[in-house]
């Protein structure tokens, strides 16, 4: 064998080794019979296309397909040729045909040994390209804080954990990790997770979110990033078949946010596709010194004149020159007028515009009256309107107390209109009848009396009775915390315990007169039961009640001093309240509810005052209806209004406490207006003012012999000599108590 063989040998023993080196490094394609090259060639290029992870698809489908149809054996059966072909050109038993097939053969391997040395070159390159594309496992991640809308692009491995990320920018931010939550594509990011389980690449670009959970606590704000210099890169860009040019790329790095200038995002993807963009980073706004200081306060005056110069030059006909006068003007002279024929002709415009103005300014003030004329017109028809809504309001409410009547004051107004029934009828029998024809109609008109006084007792008595049961159900349903009230309780729960048990109802009667025993203490009680105080024939501690229990002079009984009805003005007890009622349903039949309905008004007026005001609620019926009818005759000072349910009483000057010396007797729609004047003197004429003086003093002579009162008029020089009076009555004993001689 010659030397070149045995290279030959040497070359093609050491290339298995090669292979098995590339073999375990990256996979050997397929030869062209199995799997085309143009077709792999071809699908190759389609799937780069798309993207740059396209590429490490390729390569990886590549790589498993020649896995899959590349076996040791094919290297093997490679070598196993070349050396068949050199055993043949040396057989002994061959003729000259055999030499000349031996060195064909020969050549043949040699050329085959180069192609495949040749094929291995190229499978190494492709394996140290793919080993760097690997390397480079990085994705460029623009990372957006929000709400403050900067934008940091940095570069990122797609198999890094996140946590690194959120570490990195807590650091920054001065933010704890645990509060910063990344989002992308609108979800959101675990900590354990990568870029590359969400389908993020090498080589790819995404845009990730970062915002705070807790805002108020730990807000993110933005991060400067000045000392961040400019990077330049170098691209490589192909600029033909086979031909490729690096240009050198210079990156500068900026927080500014891209204005949105139109488009749209994929919904499945995410990805985003602008319309438009823009690379151009505004200018920043210096910022403003500090202009709040000396200097801006100095004031420079600098004196130059602003006169231009204009040159001009005049020309006219002399010998040598003509200069035509078609272009000329003649200028004549206009009327002469003086100064003061000036300023004339200036007065006579300044008045038309005067004219005009006030003409203007007229319609103005016409039209602002005329609607304030009718704003007028119409309160007053809405005031008039709720007058009269009012007035029918009150008026059904008295028609449906009167028919279907179940208080107190329902059947004191039935024996008022009874009453001025029946003085109408008598005054109409007195003027129609004499003699016998008006006895017979006065024993008629008192039957008809009867007859009605007779009804409305059994309508008292059905009030009663539906009031009696409904106060008897509002008894039971109230409930008492005490022990004797436990004890009934727990003895009857002890019972029904015992008859849901089977107890014989002979074993349960000793229980049974337990709780009999107990309930009757307490229906005995006056404080549970206060109806049964009047059963009671001695009370139950005679010293509590001694000091409280008068004599009725009327009905001849003893009673509490609840059941009297003691006035300011009172200084003895004659009569209880059963027989004071008594005695105006058979005489008098007035009805007190129109003065409790004004008394109640009194006390709302001037519980809104809230400077705790006295003398107002130590004002009793009886008072009010003195200070209304003798006072202020029932009526109002100002319009004479004589309906007690349109009448307030308001003080006289706002600014001091109500009192029946500072008080006045108004309508409502009066009252209010009063009360808005901030002095009386401004808003009356001294004559009335003087009316009302006059008023208060008589309120104060009839209430200052109420010592209570009198108390509060200690300062006041006109009551001097009506203290005086009664300086000598003794003010310890209000109340004398008139008892029967035994």
Same mark, same amino acid.
């Given at each position: 064998m /010659?030397?070149q +063989?045995?290279?030959?040998?040497?070359?093609?023993?050491?290339?298995?080794?090669?292979?098995?080196d590339?073999?375990?490094?990256?996979?050997?394609?397929?030869?062209?019979?199995e799997?085309?090259?143009s077709?792999?060639?071809?699908?190759c290029?389609?799937?780069l &296309?798309?993207?740059s992870?396209?590429?490490?698809k390729?390569?990886?489908?590549?790589?498993?397909?020649?896995?899959?149809?590349? +076996?040791?054996?094919?290297? &093997?059966?490679?070598?196993e040729?070349?050396?068949?072909?050199?055993?043949?050109?040396?057989?002994?038993?061959?003729?000259?045909?055999s =030499?000349?097939?031996?060195?064909?053969?020969v050549?043949?391997?040699?050329q085959?040994s180069?192609?495949?040395?040749?094929? !291995?070159?190229?499978i190494?390159?492709v394996?140290?390209?793919?080993?760097?594309?690997?390397?480079d496992?990085s994705?460029?991640?623009?990372?957006v804080?929000?709400p403050?809308?900067?934008?940091?692009?940095m570069?990122?491995?797609?198999?890094?954990?996140?946590?690194?990320?959120?570490?990195?920018f807590?650091s920054?931010l001065?933010?704890?990790?645990?509060?910063?939550?990344?989002r992308c594509a609108?979800?959101?990011?675990k900590?354990?997770?990568? #870029? @590359?389980?969400?389908?993020?690449?090498?080589?790819?670009?995404?845009?990730?979110?970062i915002?705070s959970?807790?805002?108020d606590?730990?807000?993110i704000?933005?991060?400067d990033r000045? /000392?961040?210099a400019?990077?330049?890169?170098?691209?490589r860009?192909?600029?033909?078949?086979?031909q490729?040019?690096?240009?050198?790329?210079?990156?500068?790095?900026?927080?500014?946010?891209?204005p $949105?200038?139109g488009?749209?995002r994929?919904k499945?993807t995410?990805?985003?596709?602008h319309?438009?963009? *823009?690379?151009?980073?505004?200018?920043?706004?210096?910022?403003?010194?500090?202009?709040?200081?000396?200097?801006?306060? *100095?004031?420079?005056?600098r004196?130059? !004149?602003?006169?231009?110069?204009?040159?001009?030059s005049?020309?006219m006909?002399?010998?040598?020159v003509?200069? /035509?006068n078609?272009?000329?003007?003649?200028?004549?002279?206009?009327?002469?007028f003086?100064?003061a024929?000036?300023?004339?002709?200036?007065?006579?415009?300044?008045i038309?515009i005067?004219?005009?103005?006030?003409?203007?300014?007229?319609?103005?003030v016409?039209? /602002?009256?005329?609607r304030?004329?009718?704003? %007028?017109?119409?309160?007053?028809?809405q005031?008039?309107?709720?007058?009269?809504? +009012?007035?029918?309001e009150?008026?059904?409410?008295?028609?449906?107390r009167?028919?279907?009547?179940?208080?107190? &004051?329902?059947?004191?107004?039935l024996?008022?209109?009874l009453?001025?029934?029946?003085?109408e009828?008598?005054? %109409?029998?007195?003027?129609s009848f004499?003699g016998a024809?008006?006895k017979a109609?006065l024993?008629?008109?008192?039957?008809?009396?009867?007859?009605?006084?007779?009804?409305?007792?059994?309508?008292?008595?059905?009030?009663?009775?539906?009031?009696q049961?409904?106060s008897i159900?509002?008894? =039971?349903?109230?409930?008492?915390?005490?022990k004797?009230?436990?004890?009934i309780?727990e003895?009857?729960?002890r019972e029904?315990?015992?008859?849901?048990?089977?107890?014989k109802?002979?074993? #349960?009667?000793g229980?049974r007169k337990?709780i009999?025993?107990?309930?009757?203490?307490?229906?005995?009680?006056?404080?549970?039961?206060?109806?049964?105080?009047?059963?009671?024939k001695?009370?139950?501690?005679? @010293?509590k009640?001694?000091?409280?229990i008068y004599f009725?002079?009327?009905?001849q009984?003893?009673?509490p001093? *609840?059941e009297?009805a003691?006035?300011?003005t009172?200084?003895?007890?004659y009569?209880?309240?059963?027989c004071?009622?008594?005695?105006?349903?058979?005489?008098k %039949?007035?009805?007190?509810l129109?003065?409790?309905?004004?008394?109640?008004r009194?006390?709302y007026?001037?519980?809104?005052y809230?400077?705790?005001?006295?003398?107002?609620?130590?004002?009793?019926l009886?008072d009010?209806?003195?200070?209304t009818?003798?006072?202020?005759?029932s009526?109002?000072?100002?319009?004479?209004?004589n309906?007690?349910n349109?009448?307030?009483?308001?003080?006289?000057?706002?600014?001091?406490?109500?009192?029946?010396?500072?008080?006045?007797?108004?309508?409502?729609?009066?009252?209010?207006t009063?009360?808005k004047?901030?002095?009386v003197?401004?808003?009356? &004429?001294p004559?009335?003012i003087?009316?009302?003086?006059?008023?208060h003093?008589?309120a104060?002579n009839?209430?200052s012999q109420?010592?209570?009162?009198?108390? $509060?008029?200690?300062?006041d020089?006109?009551?001097?000599e009506i203290?005086?009076?009664h300086?000598?009555?003794?003010t310890s004993?209000?109340?004398?108590?008139?008892r029967?001689s035994p």
């Amino acid at each position: 064998m /010659s030397d070149q +063989e045995e290279g030959s040998d040497a070359q093609n023993v050491d290339s298995p080794k090669e292979i098995e080196d590339a073999f375990g490094t990256i996979n050997i394609p397929v030869p062209a019979e199995e799997v085309p090259e143009s077709d792999q060639t071809e699908d190759c290029e389609s799937e780069l &296309e798309p993207s740059s992870g396209g590429r490490e698809k390729c390569v990886e489908e590549m790589s498993d397909q020649s896995v899959s149809s590349l +076996e040791l054996n094919d290297v &093997e059966q490679l070598m196993e040729d070349v050396t068949a072909d050199e055993q043949v050109s040396y057989s002994p038993g061959d003729g000259g045909e055999s =030499l000349a097939k031996s060195d064909n053969a020969v050549q043949s391997a040699e050329q085959y040994s180069k192609d495949s040395l040749a094929f !291995l070159e190229k499978i190494k390159a492709v394996k140290e390209s793919l080993k760097t594309s690997m390397k480079d496992s990085s994705a460029t991640v623009k990372v957006v804080l929000l709400p403050v809308g900067q934008e940091i692009i940095m570069p990122f491995k797609v198999d890094t954990v996140l946590k690194c990320l959120k570490d990195h920018f807590s650091s920054l931010l001065g933010v704890p990790p645990y509060v910063l939550q990344i989002r992308c594509a609108g979800m959101i990011i675990k900590n354990h997770e990568t #870029l @590359l389980q969400h389908g993020v690449k090498p080589q790819d670009i995404v845009q990730v979110e970062i915002f705070s959970l807790h805002p108020d606590l730990y807000p993110i704000k933005r991060i400067d990033r000045s /000392s961040d210099a400019s990077q330049i890169i170098t691209v490589r860009v192909q600029t033909g078949i086979d031909q490729y040019q690096e240009v050198a790329v210079e990156i500068i790095k900026s927080d500014f946010h891209k204005p $949105f200038l139109g488009g749209f995002r994929h919904k499945v993807t995410g990805m985003e596709y602008h319309n438009a963009g *823009t690379q151009t980073v505004p200018k920043k706004i210096p910022e403003k010194l500090n202009a709040f200081c000396r200097d801006t306060q *100095t004031v420079f005056q600098r004196r130059k !004149l602003q006169q231009t110069t204009n040159t001009t030059s005049t020309q006219m006909t002399k010998i040598g020159v003509y200069v /035509s006068n078609m272009t000329d003007k003649l200028v004549t002279p206009g009327k002469y007028f003086s100064a003061a024929e000036y300023h004339a002709k200036r007065l006579k415009a300044v008045i038309v515009i005067q004219t005009y103005y006030r003409r203007w300014h007229a319609k103005v003030v016409v039209d /602002s009256l005329k609607r304030q004329k009718m704003l %007028r017109l119409q309160w007053e028809a809405q005031e008039e309107l709720r007058k009269i809504r +009012e007035k029918e309001e009150w008026m059904k409410l008295d028609y449906y107390r009167r028919h279907n009547p179940q208080t107190k &004051e329902d059947f004191e107004l039935l024996y008022n209109a009874l009453e001025l029934w029946r003085q109408e009828e008598l005054a %109409r029998i007195n003027q129609s009848f004499t003699g016998a024809e008006r006895k017979a109609a006065l024993c008629e008109l008192l039957e008809k009396e009867t007859q009605i006084i007779a009804s409305i007792g059994r309508h008292r008595y059905i009030a009663y009775t539906a009031n009696q049961e409904a106060s008897i159900q509002a008894f =039971l349903d109230k409930e008492h915390e005490c022990k004797l009230t436990q004890e009934i309780l727990e003895l009857i729960d002890r019972e029904v315990d015992l008859m849901m048990r089977g107890v014989k109802h002979e074993n #349960l009667e000793g229980l049974r007169k337990r709780i009999a025993t107990l309930f009757f203490h307490y229906i005995k009680t006056p404080l549970f039961n206060p109806e049964v105080a009047r059963h009671l024939k001695v009370p139950q501690d005679p @010293l509590k009640f001694y000091k409280k229990i008068y004599f009725c002079l009327s009905c001849q009984l003893y009673l509490p001093s *609840t059941e009297f009805a003691v006035s300011s003005t009172s200084h003895h007890i004659y009569r209880c309240r059963h027989c004071i009622n008594l005695d105006n349903e058979t005489q008098k %039949r007035e009805s007190c509810l129109k003065y409790k309905s004004l008394l109640q008004r009194l006390y709302y007026s001037e519980a809104d005052y809230e400077d705790d005001s006295k003398i107002a609620f130590l004002m009793q019926l009886q008072d009010i209806q003195y200070l209304t009818e003798n006072i202020w005759a029932s009526q109002s000072v100002l319009s004479a209004w004589n309906d007690l349910n349109d009448l307030v009483m308001v003080r006289w000057d706002k600014s001091l406490e109500w009192s029946p010396w500072n008080c006045i007797l108004l309508t409502k729609d009066e009252g209010t207006t009063h009360l808005k004047l901030k002095s009386v003197e401004e808003g009356y &004429e001294p004559l009335f003012i003087h009316k009302i003086k006059h008023k208060h003093f008589l309120a104060k002579n009839y209430f200052s012999q109420i010592p209570v009162l009198a108390s $509060f008029l200690l300062g006041d020089g006109e009551v001097d000599e009506i203290r005086k009076k009664h300086q000598s009555e003794p003010t310890s004993k209000i109340i004398d108590i008139h008892r029967p001689s035994p």
